[in-house]
Structures are given as structure tokens and as C-alpha cells.
T-cell receptor, first 111, second 114 residues
Framework: DAGVIQSPRHEVTEMGQEVTLRCKPI?????LFWYRQTMMRGLELLIY????????DSGMPEDRFSAKMPNASFSTLKIQPSEPRDSAVYFC?????????FGPGTRLTVT | AQSVTQLGSHVSVSEGALVLLRCNYS??????LFWYVQYPNQGLQLLLK??????LVKGINGFEAEFKKSETSFHLTKPSAHMSDAAEYFC????????????FGTGTSLTVIP
């Protein structure tokens, strides 16, 4: 299995631009999670889906952030408009039982 | 409510010395417990997990952890540190067998001194 796939691995954009991060979970996993990691805040859960349905989005920082999961094999996290404080590493993880499996992350830099 | 406390945000050990990373949890129901490792510029990788059964669990790279219900602890150990063990380590607790409701500790950065 290829594991959780995230793209792009690195993204540099200017403030105000739209950013879309993509995730392909492990086949057969029915839960998907988006996390953000920064030095200041550590690892934060943004949102998670179960069977493609958003269950808990209380961690989404503000309306500029949105996430979708149109099918079991694909999810996006969109930031519009982006701000410098959104600079972080964004991880996607998926699970079926017990543990979560993480992707390699997308390092986002907003200038 | 569930929570995880990792004592010591930074731990330094000499190469060959014992590694001990502490994790305490609070949970209102029997927990599932995990340790993850994050190497620089990489995602989190599962080291080991406790779900049911034997309370001493062995993981990859020579690490092991023991679930102690009476102490609400799940400390991570390795008898002899290697330079390649330098990384960030996260303890996590889940109260769901579907991987949902996952709670991570704040992480412990392990430095191995030659």
C-alpha cells in the first residue's frame, strides 16, 4: 500500500491567494483527519470525516478554511484567502481501526 | 474527558543509554494508547500501540511501552539509545476503536548525544 498521499509536498504562495491541499487516504479506511502543525501550537486537529461526512470541524480556525471529501479516496483542504499566519505543515491522516496513519505533510509558506 | 500529558518537552540521553519518555493519560473509559515518532521533515509514524491484552507492548526500532492502569501511564522505553533515535515523540490516546477521538500529547524532542 502506498500509504496516505498528500500533494503538493511544498507550497509557497502570496498572501491573499487561494491554496488547496490534497489528500488520498489509504484504501479501505473510512475516517480521514486534517491536522496543522506549528512550532507555537504543536499538532492541532482541524477537521475529521467519517464515511465522507464531516463529523467535527471545531478545530477549523476560521471561515477562510474549508474541507471537503467528495468520495472515499479524496479530500481537500482549502484556504481562501491565505494569510502569513497560515504558514505551517498540514498533515492528512486516515484510519480504519484504532490507529491513524499519517501522510508526509504539505509545508505551506504564505509570504 | 480525555487528555495526554508528556512530561519533559526535551530529553537528552547519551548514545547507548536508556531512553525513557513519559506519558500519562486521563480517560473515562478504557483507552487505546499509542506512541508515534516524527523524524525531521516527515509525517508521524506509528511506533507501537496498546489496545487490549498484554500490557507490555513492543514496537519498531527496539522501543517498548507498558500500560499501567493504576498509574494511568504509558511510558516509552528503549534500553540503548542510537543516534538515529533522535526525533520528536508523541503519545496519543483514543477512546474509539475506529481511530476517531484521538488525543495527542504535546510531544517530546529526543536528542542523542554521541
Amino acid at each position: 500500500d502506498a500509504g496516505v498521499i498528500q500533494s503538493p509536498r511544498h507550497e509557497v504562495t502570496e498572501m491573499g491567494q487561494e491554496v488547496t491541499l490534497r489528500c488520498k487516504p489509504i484504501s479501505g479506511h473510512n475516517s480521514l483527519f486534517w491536522y496543522r502543525q506549528t512550532m507555537m501550537r504543536g499538532l492541532e486537529l482541524l477537521i475529521y470525516f467519517n464515511n465522507n461526512v464531516p463529523i467535527d470541524d471545531s478545530g477549523m480556525p476560521e471561515d477562510r478554511f474549508s474541507a471537503k471529501m467528495p468520495n472515499a479516496s479524496f479530500s481537500t483542504l482549502k484556504i481562501q484567502p491565505s494569510e502569513p499566519r497560515d504558514s505551517a505543515v498540514y498533515f492528512c491522516a486516515s484510519s480504519f481501526q484504532y490507529e491513524q496513519y499519517f501522510g508526509p505533510g504539505t509545508r505551506l509558506t504564505v509570504t | 474527558a480525555q487528555s495526554v500529558t508528556q512530561l519533559g518537552s526535551h530529553v537528552s540521553v547519551s548514545e547507548g543509554a536508556l531512553v525513557l519518555l513519559r506519558c500519562n493519560y486521563s480517560s473515562s473509559v478504557p483507552p487505546y494508547l499509542f506512541w508515534y515518532v516524527q523524524y525531521p521533515n516527515q509525517g508521524l509514524q506509528l511506533l507501537l500501540k496498546y489496545t487490549t491484552g498484554a500490557t507490555l507492548v513492543k514496537g519498531i526500532n527496539g522501543f517498548e511501552a507498558e500500560f499501567k492502569k493504576s498509574e494511568t501511564s504509558f511510558h516509552l522505553t528503549k534500553p540503548s539509545a542510537h543516534m538515529s533515535d533522535a526525533a520528536e515523540y508523541f503519545c496519543a490516546v483514543s477512546v474509539s476503536n475506529t481511530g476517531n477521538q484521538f488525543y495527542f500529547g504535546t510531544g517530546t524532542s529526543l536528542t542523542v548525544i554521541p
